[in-house]
Every structure is written in C-alpha cells, then in structure tokens.
C-alpha cells in the first residue's frame, strides 16, 4: 500500500513561486505516473499536471508554462514548482499515483479515476 504526503502549501503573494512536494512511502514512486490535481469548494477535483514512469511531462493548458513538475526517484519525491502564481491558481492542491503504463500521450491520465492513491492535500491560497 502506497501512502502520499503533500506538503510545500502557503500563502503568497501573485506573482510569486512556491514548490509543493509529494513524498511516497511503502512502495517505490518510480512505478507509477504521479500526477497533481487541484481542487476548489464545490467544484471537481481538476488535473494540473502528470509526470510518466519514464519521465514525460503533461500539463493542463491552465498551468503549461508556468508549472514544473518533477520527480526524484531516489527521494520517492515528486515536485511542483508554481511560478508566476494567480489568484486562480487557489486551491488546495493533491498529488496522486497511477500504477498503470501508457504507449501515448494522448493516453495520459487526466482523470482522477484514473489514480489510485492520493495525497490528503495541501492549501496554495494566492492573494492579489
């Protein structure tokens, strides 16, 4: 059984970066697609971006450009770097684990069905 920790959330100033951190624990985080979603009140849980086995990146159209998201497999750490953050970019922020292999980008998981652990959250509340 997989166990995900977000951490790295706080508020901050628009325009300002900040680096979330997903530590996995209880298997090795180089077996799965890791991906961040983020989420609102009252509204669903939205993909933000997706790293592959393999290292691949994909982001949603939102973010691309402004987010990185990494992985350490040595750390069984995966990273989002937020920069040139927005108002909208509030939320709090999940990080998940997807044990499946993908052949195509196009295939990538965006969905959160699609994950099989989660994080319990961190906040990223953006100011004006």
């Known amino acids: 059984q997989v166990q995900l920790v977000d951490s790295g959330g706080g508020s901050v100033q628009a325009g300002s970066s900040l680096t979330l951190s997903c530590a996995a624990s209880?298997?090795?985080?180089?077996?799965?697609?890791m991906g961040w979603f983020r989420q609102t009140p009252g509204k669903e849980r939205d993909f933000v971006a997706g790293?592959?086995?393999?290292?691949?990146?994909y982001y949603a159209d939102s973010v691309k450009g402004r987010f990185t998201i990494s992985r350490d497999n040595t750390k069984n750490t995966v990273y989002l770097q937020m920069n040139s953050v927005k108002p909208e970019d509030t939320a709090v922020y999940f990080c998940a684990a997807d044990s499946d292999y993908y052949t195509s980008v196009a295939a990538l998981p965006r969905a959160p069905r699609s994950y099989d652990y989660w994080g319990q959250g961190t906040q990223v509340t953006v100011s004006s």
């Open positions: 790293i592959t086995q393999a290292g691949t990146e």
């Open positions: 209880g298997g090795t985080s180089r077996r799965f697609v």
